[in-house]
């Protein structure tokens, strides 16, 4: 029998109510100040984690791994090139596997197919770290950070400069969520999913010029030109992107209290200009910690069952 029972996965900010997402941030936030007041809290002891990495990642795997460790788990670092999924293992068979021996199951792959596969399969929970469509885990740890300084987000402007790619889908699936008004600006041929624009055109339009999109922001977000597994077209982008910076010029456009967000790694004097992403409006260093509190508050929401 492969399906026991239905875990709740989290493949994207679909998967999530706006209820849920706005409960989790402030828990996110509740168990930030728990570590930093030194409160032992182990909800996952004895539970263990596999972490799938097929691309590269710095933030996602020590979060989750500090997390779990913090929590009183384990997790165990899974890569392609040391595991049978690197020599041709069917994503379903490996679901099968791996679901059998641990309690929830975090993937950064290529194609979003993948996890969805490895989702159908599992028997237990399965998170998304990062595929080609979308980003999900960032987008709590950049709502996190925004309602910590700012308060609720719904209403706000937020505008995304640079490429269509799987941060901006991501937000826009959180102007969805969350409620916010998103202004997505990219050069021809780098536009976000025709249909996921489609589906949340209420909430989302699509600009060419980026200083027409900063009016009066709330939240500028960039994001590097070429992500992970476009390494050859990076020449081409350089081109395609180089009215797209975010540089004093452009920030001064936005809301006089806008903050900067970048989910890193970043590349200074690209897509974001020195001055701006080390800057008083910049905001990364806590989007970057916020990722360890709201995953951890993503662990507990889908593993541990709520007190009756
Ligand atoms: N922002 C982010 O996901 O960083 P890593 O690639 O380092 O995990
Ligand atoms: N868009 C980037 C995000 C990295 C965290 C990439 O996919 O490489």
Redesign the pocket.
Known sequence: MDHPRQPRHFLSLADITAAEARALLQRATELKQLLRAGTPYAPLTNKVMGMIFE???????V?FEAGMAQFGGHAIFLSPRDTQLGRGEPIADSARVLSRMVDVVMI?TFAHQIVEEFAAHSRVPVIN??TDRL?P??LLADMQTWFEHRGDIQGRTVVWIGDGNNMCLSYMEAARLFDFQLRVACPPGYEPDPGLLAAVADRCVLLRDPREAMAGADLVATDVWTS?GQEEEQKARERAFAGYIVDANLMALAHPEALFMH???AHRGEEVAVDVIDGPQSVVWDE?EN?LHSQKALLEFLLVEPEP
């Open positions: 691309k590269a990642s710095t933030r996602t795997r979060s950064r770290g990062l980003h885990c960032q992970m989910c890193l790694p970057a990722r």
